[in-house]
């Protein structure tokens, strides 16, 4: 931990393009057992204790310019002398065979010394709870608080080009949100992924610029390695439901996308499979409330085209050519003559103007 602390301090306080010094915070805590003032009085020695271990580290910087975290007297001290909540934390996460009756007993009584009394009275437990629970409750926890500084756009933009190694993955990431270009998107992302593959989002970010550019079995790698960087991660997993279902496998997707949660955008995916699969009221269900093409198309193939038009007209899909299809496709089904004349003559517009362009 001290190591990291000594990393950290090296590579970013008053560095060119580390942090900005903020502030530093110190709670420091006791367990709730025994007299209030004498735990007061432990927790304030612990905080000191603390605020002095991480000061010396700041001192070994030999900066004289730098004051950040060598006064200890600018440190915030906050000290919980009985810390009832990290104790009912950890009560929830043990395993001990009376917990639930001393979860109850912090519901029962507000007072810290009927809580002691009444927890003490399980004598064979409170020893387990002794044991077990109050010694991990006797801490202090220090919080450096930094503002990053960060570089232009413009410099992130020449950095990616001549020097990416110089850039942090976070940099790498957002350079890649300055361009609209696909191609420019996935070479940033390759160079993320070169330089932090340990960084799932690099590996997962470049899985997606080949879905866009349809090379599925490159998607499918670079998803799979984002997949062994961070397993099980509800994103990949839709992520990878999504190539597996350009290849034709919707078993295959479906199993997935139960794996990435339900989120909305893998709910819509299922619903995008369970139409392929003609499962047009799971399909509805599904997409939730999206609003576009697909489920207007769900909408009508579950016998309900009295939902079409005005689906696709609350959507960013209303001008599509294939918008005016599906509804003049719904009017039908409707017995709606005029609608289908109507939404037929506007299909064909909309064909003959894309086909100019």
Do not use: H
Not at 95 to 101: E, F, Q, R, T, W
Not at 228 to 257: E, F, I
Request: charged share 25%.
């Amino acid at each position: 931990m001290v190591k990291n602390l000594n990393t950290f301090i090296a590579a970013n306080i008053n560095t060119t393009f580390g942090t900005i010094s903020k502030d530093i915070n110190v709670s420091a805590y006791e367990y709730p057992d025994g007299e209030l003032t004498l735990n007061q009085n432990l927790a304030g020695d612990r905080a000191k204790s603390g605020s002095n271990a991480l000061a010396n580290e700041f001192k070994k910087d030999k900066n004289k310019d730098n004051t950040f975290g060598k006064d200890i007297a600018a440190y915030k001290t906050v000290v919980t002398a009985e810390d009832w909540d990290g104790f009912k934390s950890l009560m929830e996460q043990s395993s001990i065979a009376d917990k639930d009756l001393i979860l109850r007993v912090l519901t029962m009584y507000t007072d810290g010394e009927q809580r002691e009394k009444e927890i003490k009275n399980l004598s064979k437990t409170y020893k387990e709870v002794a044991d077990k629970i109050l010694p991990k409750l006797r801490r202090s926890v220090l919080t450096v608080n930094v503002n990053k500084k960060s570089r232009t756009d413009e410099m992130i933009n020449r950095l990616v080009d001549t020097n990416p190694d110089s850039l942090s993955v976070e940099e790498l990431l957002y350079a890649a949100t300055l361009t609209e270009d696909v191609n420019r998107k996935m070479n940033i992302y390759k160079s993320a992924e070169k330089y932090y593959a340990a960084d799932w989002r690099t590996s997962n970010n470049l899985g997606v610029t080949y879905l866009l550019t349809n090379k599925v079995a490159d998607a499918k790698s670079a998803f799979e390695r984002a997949d062994k960087a961070s397993p099980s991660n509800q994103t990949v997993q839709n992520n990878l439901g999504a190539c597996v279902a350009k290849s034709g496998d919707r078993a295959a997707a479906m199993a997935y996308y139960e794996k990435a949660g339900s989120s909305p955008e893998v709910n819509y995916n299922k619903g995008v499979v369970y139409v392929r699969d003609a499962k047009y009221t799971e399909a509805v269900s599904a997409f939730g409330s999206y609003k576009g093409f697909n489920l207007a198309l769900a909408q009508l193939l579950a016998g309900n085209p009295e939902s079409v038009a005005g689906t696709i007209d609350a959507s960013n899909e209303k001008d599509m050519a294939m918008s005016f299809y599906l509804k003049a496709v719904a009017a039908a089904r409707k017995g709606d003559a005029s609608g289908v004349s109507f939404f037929k003559n506007s299909y064909r517009k909309r064909c003959f103007f894309k086909s100019c362009c």
